[in-house]
């Protein structure tokens, strides 16, 4: 992994980002290798989430998250190859949610 960038932008009313800049972010995410794994929107809040991946063949090469809602516009990026195994080490710190990764392969088999 090369890197993780975070840019978040608050703000006071409603919806004072344009869609122009929400434009902005998005068409970066449509290039040859970006493909979106999921999309959740919220009826009730007015919350957008996607998630991209950015592959070559069975290599992730990129993660980028992006969450709009009404007066918050957040881009995450994870930029360079991506370990699920080490980025699962990541999980509650420095603001990384839990991700679900399975983290004792043993376990899985065990289960099985």
Same mark, same amino acid.
């Given at each position: 992994m090369k890197?993780?960038?975070v840019k978040s932008f608050t703000f006071e009313k409603e919806n004072e980002f344009t869609s122009t800049e929400v434009?902005?972010?998005?068409?970066?995410?449509r290039g040859a290798n970006w493909s979106k794994i999921l999309s959740v929107t919220?009826?009730?809040g &007015?919350?957008?989430?996607?998630v991209y991946?950015?592959?070559?063949g069975d290599q992730i090469?990129?993660?980028a998250v992006i969450s709009i809602d009404p007066k918050e516009f957040t881009v995450v990026n994870i930029v360079g190859p991506i370990d699920l195994e080490k980025l699962s080490k990541l999980e509650g710190q420095f603001g990384?949610?839990?991700? &679900?990764i399975e983290k004792d392969k043993t376990k899985?088999?065990?289960k099985d």
């Amino acid at each position: 992994m090369k890197g993780i960038y975070v840019k978040s932008f608050t703000f006071e009313k409603e919806n004072e980002f344009t869609s122009t800049e929400v434009e902005s972010v998005m068409s970066q995410l449509r290039g040859a290798n970006w493909s979106k794994i999921l999309s959740v929107t919220s009826k009730k809040g &007015g919350d957008n989430v996607e998630v991209y991946l950015n592959l070559a063949g069975d290599q992730i090469n990129g993660l980028a998250v992006i969450s709009i809602d009404p007066k918050e516009f957040t881009v995450v990026n994870i930029v360079g190859p991506i370990d699920l195994e080490k980025l699962s080490k990541l999980e509650g710190q420095f603001g990384v949610p839990d991700l &679900g990764i399975e983290k004792d392969k043993t376990k899985k088999k065990d289960k099985d």
